[in-house]
Structures are given as structure tokens and as C-alpha cells.
């Protein structure tokens, strides 16, 4: 073997040792990536969301504290008060469709009209869609009570 090719030879056995510590490097760096994810899904997955044992123990681990009850008025205070306004989130129909209004009468109240007497009503609507054109549906479900016994409870539309 010339000096060169020997030159050549060790060179060549360098790289090849170079190589194999990165793919030691590699396969290293792959697993360290598993174990972290593996570590994220304990610490943050589901598991993390159960309530632990010793923390039970706390609770059953407190003195009892005798509370005294005294009748008398509660005064009302700004946590007590009433909400008089409920927010209720309306769903928005465009205005611009056109408008198909159904009544839909109890089946008590078209079998005999005279005996019932309506006292309000129930609007709901929707977006509704037939093949080719969207239009907004308004159902009517009105409220009856009985002419003969007007303190009953209102019949449902």
C-alpha cells in the first residue's frame, strides 16, 4: 500500500467513525424526542384531569366547625337581588327572506273553538331552506284557556 492510499484508508475510516457517532447522535436525539412526549402525554393528558388520592384526605382531615342557626330576616344584599332583565341571546334571521307563517292550533281547540280563549301566543322562527331558496319559517303556537274554568292552567299550542 502506497502512502497515499494509507493516507487514503485512515481518512476514510474517519468518516466512517464521524458518521456512526451521528447516527449514534441520532438515534440518541429520536429517543430523548419519545421519552420528552411521552412525559408532555403524562403530565398534561387526560390523567392529569383525576382528582389525587391524598388530596380526599384533606378534606376528611379538617376539624368540624359547629355552625349556630338563628332564625330571623335575611336582608337582602347586592349578591341576594334579583335579576330582573334575563339576556336571552336571539338567534338572527336576515329580514330580507320571505316569510312562511304556520299556526299550529291544539288539536282540542279545533274540535270545539267556541269553548277556548286565547290569551297569547308563542312566536319562534328559524332559517329554514328548501332546495333552491332559503326563507324564514314563523311558527304560532297560540295559548288557550278554557271559557268555563278561566283559573286552569293554559292549553299549549
Known sequence: MTPREAELTRQLEAALSALSGMEALRRENQLLRQKLD??????????????????LELVLALPEVEVEVRPGKIEPGPALEK????????????EHLPLVEEVLEPDDVKAAPEQW????????????????????????????????????APEPG
Open 117 to 152: 280563549r286565547r290569551i297569547g301566543e308563542e312566536v319562534s322562527e328559524q332559517l329554514d331552506y328548501e332546495p333552491g331558496r332559503f326563507f324564514r319559517r314563523r311558527l304560532v303556537r297560540p295559548r288557550y284557556v278554557q271559557r268555563a274554568d278561566p283559573d286552569a
Open 38 to 55: 411521552q412525559i408532555i402525554r403524562r403530565f398534561f393528558g387526560v390523567s392529569s384531569e383525576q382528582l389525587p388520592s391524598n388530596q
Open 83 to 94: 335579576k330582573t332583565q334575563r339576556s336571552v341571546r336571539k338567534a338572527r334571521v336576515p
